[in-house]
């Protein structure tokens, strides 16, 4: 499909996949089920999920939630996520949980259980097989759908809650290829409805503290950024439970970036990606893959069918990407080797330079000459608002604190009637360097160029993203 998204180019694409498509592969999407058909799009096998937007449809850019009351939360996947960010928001006021999905029945009746001990009514339970959650979004008493599946449903769910006309959420990554996240833009402008990336870092302390950094100008112009997902998974990813049972597969398919937002989200919200810029082209390069080969040595049983498996993601994915107004950001991914975690976090100025991990400032002229001053000592002057409100409580929660930060701010931006802190193009941007770099990467690391899932609207807006620093 185009790169470009314009409305015509896009439209006649879709209907030509559609005329060509029609019901014999609806059908037969239905019997192969998501999971099978890990890099095809979903918006190919059931094209009558992601219809193109009407010409002329309104774009999502700071668009307000309607007021709700009480903010009817569903979550489809009780995993360990699903179960986690379930804590967090029965920890939030005006939320009730009025139903729960997963393939594995005791998955779901745990976070059912969770439910009632915080003081709810027993939550609808949709437990029959990999597509019940189409009969959860239906649901009448369901405001917002959260999706912590495995990465291949998170698309069909969120295309689906739409098609019902619900707010969705979907863990990282929204969609794995580019057609995914275009059939998403479509269906969220269509159904006047948000579908948001639920990306936790961006609510972090350090991330928050710098964003307010940023905003007052300390940094002065920003040049570059530097992002990543660097998180030794070894071991979870051969478990013979959760998510070993299913993040080892994509290792087998595709040379690329696997987990951009983490480290990509809070740097977009620095540079104001879709406020005034844009991703513009990235150029991706691989390392070898060795990492996992030599864990499964180190570690398998001679008869385990992970035996059966060739690795072909290279260990450490390094992009560059440059922005229409000329920033670059480096953006890498590695989550086979040793190392501490890191998501580099770091970003220059034309005034002052941050690297976290340890997180450490350097503002130009600072007393001391050219030192690193720890973020902690500018707290007290830049701590975010939302850190100083809720920072006590947040802490002892998920991640650091980030976890309850981001269930709050939806529950508020619900309760209030406010745009969310971030929308579907910026879901669709911080999500497609998944299909992008491995694009890159077949050409031998050519540009490729990032659809402008904004188709323009970028270059108006000007309303800030994230929650407000002042
Ligand atoms: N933001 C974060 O910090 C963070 C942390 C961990 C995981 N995640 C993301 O959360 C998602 C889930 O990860 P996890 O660690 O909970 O994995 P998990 O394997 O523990 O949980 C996934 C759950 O989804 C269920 N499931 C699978 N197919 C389903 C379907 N069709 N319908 C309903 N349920 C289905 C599984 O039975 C399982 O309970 C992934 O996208 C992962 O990348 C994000």
Not at 306 to 332: F, P
Not at 382 to 394: F, I, K, N, T, V
Request: hydrophobic share 40%; net charge neutral.
């Amino acid at each position: 499909m185009s790169d470009e998204g314009r409305d015509g180019v896009r439209e006649s694409a879709l209907s030509r996949r559609g005329l060509l498509a029609g019901a014999a592969a609806l059908a037969a999407g239905a019997s192969l089920g998501a999971p099978a058909r890990l890099l095809a799009s979903t918006a190919e096998w059931r094209a009558d999920l992601a219809p193109p937007a009407p010409v002329g449809a309104g774009r999502m850019l700071g668009v307000p939630f309607e007021k709700h009351a009480e903010v009817r939360l569903a979550i489809v996947g009780t995993g360990l996520r699903g179960r986690s960010m379930l804590n967090e928001w029965l920890a939030v006021e005006g939320v009730r949980v009025t139903a729960l999905c997963d393939i594995v029945p005791e998955k779901a009746e745990r976070a059912a259980a969770m439910v009632v001990k915080a003081g709810q009514p027993a939550p609808r339970l949709y437990t029959d097989g990999e597509r019940a959650f189409e009969r959860l979004v239906g649901q009448e008493d369901v405001d917002f759908v959260y999706t912590a599946t495995p990465w291949s449903w998170h698309t069909p769910v969120m295309l689906e809650a739409l098609r019902a006309g619900k707010h969705c959420g979907s863990e990282v990554p929204i969609a794995l290829t580019e057609d995914d996240c275009w059939a998403l833009v479509d269906a969220s402008e269509r159904a006047r409805r948000h579908c948001l990336l639920m990306e936790n870092c961006c609510y972090g302390e350090s991330e928050l503290t710098v964003l307010r950094m940023v905003r007052e100008g300390v940094f002065g112009t920003l040049l570059h950024a530097e992002a990543a997902y660097l998180h030794d998974l070894r071991a979870i990813l051969f478990e013979n439970r959760d998510e070993g049972l299913w993040r080892r597969q994509p290792h087998t398919q595709l040379d690329t970036n696997l987990y951009p937002t983490h480290g990509l989200g809070p740097v977009a919200q620095y540079l104001g990606i879709h406020r005034g810029d844009r991703f513009d082209y990235l150029v991706s390069m691989s390392s070898p893959e060795a990492g996992l080969t030599e864990w499964r040595e180190r570690t398998e049983p001679k008869d385990s069918p992970t035996w059966q498996e060739r690795y072909v993601t290279g260990d450490m994915s390094s992009t560059l990407i440059k922005t229409a107004r000329g920033r670059t950001i480096l953006l890498q991914h590695d989550v086979a080797n040793p190392r501490p975690y890191s998501r580099l976090n770091n970003l220059q100025g034309s005034k002052a330079v941050f690297h976290d991990y340890p997180a450490r400032l350097y503002i130009d002229g600072a007393k001391g000459g050219e030192r690193w001053t720890p973020l902690s000592e500018y707290r007290a002057q830049y701590q975010h608002p939302l850190w100083q409100a809720l920072g006590e409580r947040a802490r002892s929660a998920g991640h650091g604190g980030m976890d309850f930060l981001m269930a709050y701010r939806l529950v508020q931006c619900m309760r209030e009637g406010t745009p969310p802190d971030f929308d579907v193009y910026d879901a669709a941007a911080w999500s497609v360097p998944y299909a992008l770099c491995a694009k890159s990467v077949r050409k031998g690391s050519a540009p490729v160029k990032f659809p402008d899932f904004t188709r323009g609207a970028w270059q108006g807006a000007t309303a800030p993203q994230g929650p407000a620093t002042g």
